[in-house]
C-alpha cells in the first residue's frame, strides 16, 4: 500500500515541477523575449511586455499589441493598436480605430464595431458605444437606454463654481482647478 502511495507522490511532484516552469522574461539590446529555464522560447523582438493574469503577457511589436501564452505562443498576433485585459479570459483590443473582444487564444468574441466598449460581463453581454451611441449588445441585439452606469465616464467630475457651457472642456477643467485650489 505505501508502494503505491510513494509512486503517486513521486507523480504528482514530476507534475508539479512541469508546471511550475514558467515563462521568465530578458531584454537584450531594448527588446525583449521569453525563455523557460535557460531555454528560448520566443527570441528577441518586442518593444515593450506588461505581465497579465493567468501567465499571459501582452507584447508590443512595431507599435502594435499582441499576447504571449504561457506555454510560449503568440496566441494573439501583434496587430492591434490596443490590447486591454477586461477580465480572465476577455480582452479590449482596437484594431483601425475601432473596437472589438478576444479571448486569449485570439477568438473575435465581440466585432471591431464599436467605438468604445465600458462593461463585459460572463455571458459577453457588452456596454457598448456603436455607432456615436451607448448601448447594451445582448444576444446580437442593440438595447439603448438612457439609465447607463459607465466604469469610463465619458467626462471626469469636476469642482463646482464654474458655468458649464461657456468655453471648451478644457477651460472648463482649468476652471474648475483654480477653484479647488482656493477652497483647499
Not at 535557460?38 to 523582438?45: C, E, H, N
Not at 501567465?55 to 486591454?84: H, M, N, Q, T
Not at 441585439?141 to 468655453?167: E, K, N, R, V
Amino acid at each position: 500500500m505505501s508502494k503505491y502511495v510513494l509512486l503517486n507522490l513521486m507523480f504528482f511532484l514530476l507534475c508539479l515541477s512541469a508546471q511550475s516552469q514558467e515563462l521568465m522574461v530578458k531584454e537584450k539590446d531594448g527588446l525583449y523575449g521569453f525563455f523557460k529555464k535557460k531555454t528560448m522560447v520566443v527570441d528577441f523582438q518586442f518593444d515593450s511586455v506588461e505581465q497579465q493574469y493567468d501567465g499571459f503577457y501582452s507584447v508590443r511589436k512595431a507599435g502594435k499589441w499582441g499576447l504571449i501564452s504561457p506555454d510560449g505562443r503568440e496566441s494573439i498576433p501583434c496587430k492591434y493598436d490596443l490590447l486591454y485585459s477586461m477580465f480572465s479570459p476577455f480582452y479590449k483590443a482596437s484594431f483601425n480605430g475601432m473596437m472589438g473582444l478576444l479571448d486569449t487564444a485570439g477568438v473575435v468574441i465581440l466585432d471591431f464595431l464599436y467605438d468604445e466598449i465600458d462593461h463585459v460581463d460572463q455571458d459577453t453581454q457588452a456596454l457598448v458605444k456603436y455607432q456615436g451611441k451607448w448601448c447594451w449588445y445582448k444576444n446580437g441585439a442593440y438595447i439603448y437606454d438612457d439609465d447607463f452606469i459607465f466604469h469610463t465616464p465619458d467626462t471626469g467630475a469636476l469642482f463646482p463654481g464654474c458655468q458649464q457651457g461657456i468655453g471648451s472642456y478644457e477651460d472648463l477643467t482649468n476652471c474648475a482647478n483654480e477653484k479647488m485650489l482656493q477652497y483647499i
